[in-house]
């Protein structure tokens, strides 16, 4: 994420505007030079007329700067009075700050200013609101690749590749899943009505304790053989399908075999990819491909 340089924190911020009652704010661009770039700093200073005519609404009535960086393809916003700053849309900050949008506010900016948008949005032609649209969609753009760089950094699976999932469970996963990934994640295994299950640390079968102690989805305790703190699941469930069976069947089509990822998840999905290719064996000192996988040998 962008951090706003100390020059530009420091800026002053515009006097107060007094407008007519149906403009929202006036713009103000400027372009400092920070660390050898060109920066677009445009500040959003809200009508007082304005201030306190919109009780139904939870507008924050802030003003706010917004800072772009070309060269480095980034965005923040910083408040008035708040010297912390975040990556937001300029939609999503203008909402929040005055309940209106980038395509049908009412801003007040001179000739100057605009000009100024215009040339570094590079735009051409009529706008539909004084490069405001514009603005905005080049922040929501920069946004969403950044976010999209910072998952890939993590090894998040990405949203789109969901869709890669298989119609079919793949031969083999529920297998691997009950060997690898319930050890991994400490888990009880246990049955409808919550009495009988079987701990995946231990590899006992277990039985509650009392009628108060019985298993429970999700429920956090210790296993009666071994004394593991872990979690409850119930066999087939829901949580067992989406906490287990989904995230393995995703990671296995969006994990290439043979490519250890960041988190331990990943590293048990590269696992079952690996397996699922003819690999699946445990190795000399007893490990699973998944545990392997996560240590980035293979």
């Not at 609404?57 to 965005?75: E, G, H, I, N, P």
Request: glycine content about 8%.
């Amino acid at each position: 994420m962008m951090r706003i340089p100390k020059k530009v924190r420091d800026m002053p911020w515009p006097e107060p505007f007094t407008g007519s009652d149906t403009m929202n704010f006036r713009v103000a661009v400027q372009q400092p030079v920070v660390e050898g770039q060109r920066l677009l700093v445009v500040t959003f200073t809200m009508n007082e007329v304005k201030r306190g005519k919109a009780p139904w609404c939870s507008a924050s009535w802030k003003d706010f700067r917004l800072v772009c960086s070309k060269k480095y393809q980034t965005a923040a916003v910083t408040l008035r009075g708040d010297r912390a700053y975040k990556r937001r849309s300029l939609s999503d900050t203008m909402y929040a700050a005055m309940a209106t949008h980038p395509g049908s506010c009412y801003p007040e900016i001179n000739p100057a200013d605009e000009a100024i948008l215009t040339r570094w949005l590079g735009t051409k032609g009529e706008t539909s609101n004084h490069h405001l649209p514009e603005l905005a969609l080049w922040v929501e753009e920069t946004v969403a690749v950044e976010e999209k760089a910072e998952k890939l950094a993590r090894g998040e699976i990405l949203d789109d590749d969901v869709t890669l999932c298989p119609r079919e469970l793949p031969e083999g996963l529920v297998d691997y899943i009950q060997r690898v990934v319930l050890e991994e994640d400490r888990v009880v295994l246990y049955e409808k009505g919550g009495w009988r299950g079987t701990c995946f640390c231990c590899r006992q079968k277990v039985r509650a304790p009392s009628a108060s102690e019985r298993f429970a989805q999700g429920r956090i305790g210790y296993c009666p053989e071994c004394g593991i703190r872990v979690q409850n699941i119930l066999k087939d469930g829901a949580m067992f399908a989406a906490d287990t069976v989904e995230n393995v069947v995703t990671g296995r089509r969006a994990v290439p075999a043979g490519v250890a990822a960041g988190t331990r998840s990943h590293g048990t999905m590269a696992g079952y990819s690996a397996m699922a290719e003819g690999n699946g064996q445990m190795d000399a000192a007893g490990q699973s491909c998944g545990q392997v996988a996560a240590r980035g040998e293979i």
